[in-house]
């Protein structure tokens, strides 16, 4: 581990930093067409005797995330909204009634647009500049930082009437996808914070990679983990803090209701 003191004394430092001024969470459910990846305003047409389409899996994946709109609230002072557009790009598979594919893979893409209204503080029209960056305009506005992961959780054709018993099945038009979405969103400015400091990081020796393949692998620590499972409660650990206020505020009524 690397040592980052040379004194033991502790003094105030002022550092340049991104800090984080308002942030959000957020988990959506999305459901939307499937469009052409090659021609984007086209939506998919699956094949007349399609009966079922899937995700082809590890084709999924968020495309590209951008900055739609960010402008102050009319009705907040210091409140930024902020509009956000996902793409999302995989590769569809159509099956027959019995089960086997129709065709090649075709690829694909969604689209999905997201609001939120979050605390940026206020700026001014203040010109920044350094040489390691020029700068236009940096107090302003505050910056914007997504960080977003997602899973393809369905995928189903779409009909032009309901699907009912006949000689004349219904013909697909459409295709529908669900996919989960998980994201965090973060206004940012660059400002000057004062922090308590023991000095400058002192980084450890290099370790070097034994040439002998052998002499690496015998000094590795023995993988019992590899041979022994973690039970349930290994495995998932305290996920989520908020679930755990609720278990200890539930034991805490009860026992309260016991002792009356």
Not at 26 to 38: N, T
Not at 56 to 75: A, D, Q
Not at 165 to 193: A, E, H, M, Y
């Amino acid at each position: 581990m690397s040592k980052c003191s040379y004194t033991e004394k502790t003094k105030d430092e002022c550092i340049i930093a991104n800090k984080v001024y308002d942030q959000c969470r957020q988990q959506d459910c999305i459901e939307k067409l499937a469009y052409s990846a090659l021609a984007p305003e086209e939506p998919i047409n699956p094949p007349n005797n399609a009966a079922a389409v899937i995700i082809v899996p590890n084709t999924f994946g968020i495309g590209g995330i951008f900055l739609v709109n960010k402008s102050p609230n009319l009705l907040r002072r210091g409140y930024y909204d902020i509009e956000l557009k996902f793409s999302f790009q995989y590769e569809l598979q159509f099956r027959d009634g019995s089960g086997n594919p129709i065709g090649a893979n075709v690829p694909a893409r969604s689209l999905f647009n997201k609001k939120v209204s979050l605390f940026g503080s206020t700026g001014t029209d203040v010109n920044v500049y350094s040489d390691f960056g020029g700068f236009s305009n940096l107090q302003v506005a505050p910056f914007v930082l997504v960080e977003a992961s997602s899973y393809p959780l369905e995928a189903t054709l779409g009909y032009t009437i309901p699907i009912t018993s006949g000689d004349n099945p219904p013909v697909p038009n459409s295709v529908n996808v669900t996919i989960g979405l998980f994201t965090i969103i973060k206004l940012f400015r660059l400002v000057n914070l004062v922090v308590p400091s023991t000095g400058f990081c002192k980084p450890k020796k290099c370790e070097e990679i034994a040439e002998d393949p052998c002499e690496y692998f015998n000094n590795l620590k023995f993988p019992f983990d590899i041979f022994d499972p973690p039970q349930k409660e290994d495995f998932f650990g305290n996920e989520d803090d908020d679930e755990d206020d609720e278990e200890n505020t539930q034991e805490y009524l009860e026992e309260d209701l016991g002792n009356e």
